[in-house]
């Protein structure tokens, strides 16, 4: 999994009827892009998370090149 930072991070939820999480990575703490990650959840909620196989990352479609 490698992500970037302003990347969102899916996370599915794991029983019936729990919704799917989503969150914005603002700072990746892993090499090259790997977790963990802290996120910021829509209330301003932020946590260090490893996300295991029920997340995916969403690229944003516009990133500035590393130079």
Request: glycine share 12%; net charge negative; with cysteine.
């Amino acid at each position: 999994m490698e992500a970037h930072t302003g990347d969102r991070l899916l996370t599915h939820g794991r029983t019936v009827g729990q919704q799917d999480r989503v969150a914005e990575i603002v700072e990746v703490l892993g090499a090259g892009g790997s977790p963990p990650y802290r996120l910021r959840d829509e209330d301003g909620h932020e946590s260090l998370v490893s996300p295991g196989p029920d997340s995916v990352v969403q690229h944003t479609a516009c990133r500035r090149e590393e130079r």
